[in-house]
């Protein structure tokens, strides 16, 4: 079993020092890029959950480039709802009275037991009418793609297809991180999707 994380500002400061596992850059680019393809889809963003927000840039992007954009930013770390202003919320058992045009759920779900993960994937259904950005390394990410010295290896090992059975019962896969609620019934052309 892998230790559990304890997000304290130790965390913050190992994760996103000096070596980060991802810039404030990279993700302004990771979300412009996001809202874009959402508009290309006749998807509306007006309002977006963002589920283990860190050290919030997705939602500093939003502030910036979209201000009229309804931002709910949660965190289930007293530390970083404290120093970057989130609400506090454990997604593995709050589930949202609402739901939002865009759900983002970066790096948060290979934190939690099966259990949890199972559950906060159907937390995450219950807020989402429209897209959801998820970015959760997989076991061969692990062993493969990820720069060992920059990421968090202490997380749950699951398989690619874990996930994809149990997003795949709420969400339709797309791709590059993108899945979007299958009550959209969004009509993608064969290419845009994988098999
Ligand atoms: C790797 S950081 C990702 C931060 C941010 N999403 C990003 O990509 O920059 C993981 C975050 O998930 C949060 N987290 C872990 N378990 C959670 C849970 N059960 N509910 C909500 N947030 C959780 C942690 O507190 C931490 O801030």
Redesign the pocket.
């Known amino acids: 079993m892998p230790r559990r ?1 304890t ?1 304290d500002s130790e ?2 400061e190992r ?2 020092g000096d070596d980060p ?2 810039t404030r850059g990279k ?1 302004a680019h990771l979300a412009s890029a996001v809202h874009s393809l959402a508009q290309w889809w006749d998807i509306p963003v007006q309002s977006v959950l ?9 939602r500093d992007w939003y502030a910036a480039n979209q201000p009229d954009v309804e931002y709910v930013s ?4 007293e530390h ?1 709802c404290a120093e970057y202003g989130h609400e506090l ?6 589930r949202p009275s609402r739901r939002f045009d865009l759900v ?5 779900l290979h ?2 037991d099966a259990k ?1 993960a199972e559950a ?1 994937i159907e937390n995450i259904a219950a807020a989402s009418h429209g897209l959801l950005y998820v ?1 959760a390394p997989t076991s061969s990410d692990l062993d493969n793609i990820v720069d060992t010295d920059s990421t ?1 290896m202490s997380v749950t090992r699951r398989t690619a297809s874990w996930y994809r059975t149990r997003l795949g019962r709420r969400f339709e896969q797309i791709g590059a991180g993108l899945w979007v609620a299958r009550s959209v019934g969004l009509p993608l052309y064969e290419l845009e999707r994988p098999r």
């Open positions: 994380a997000f965390y913050y994760f996103y596992v991802h993700v963002d589920i283990g927000a860190g050290p919030g840039y997705w949660t965190d289930v770390s970083a919320r454990d997604i593995t058992k709050w983002v759920c970066h790096g948060v934190y939690l949890g906060a970015e968090d």
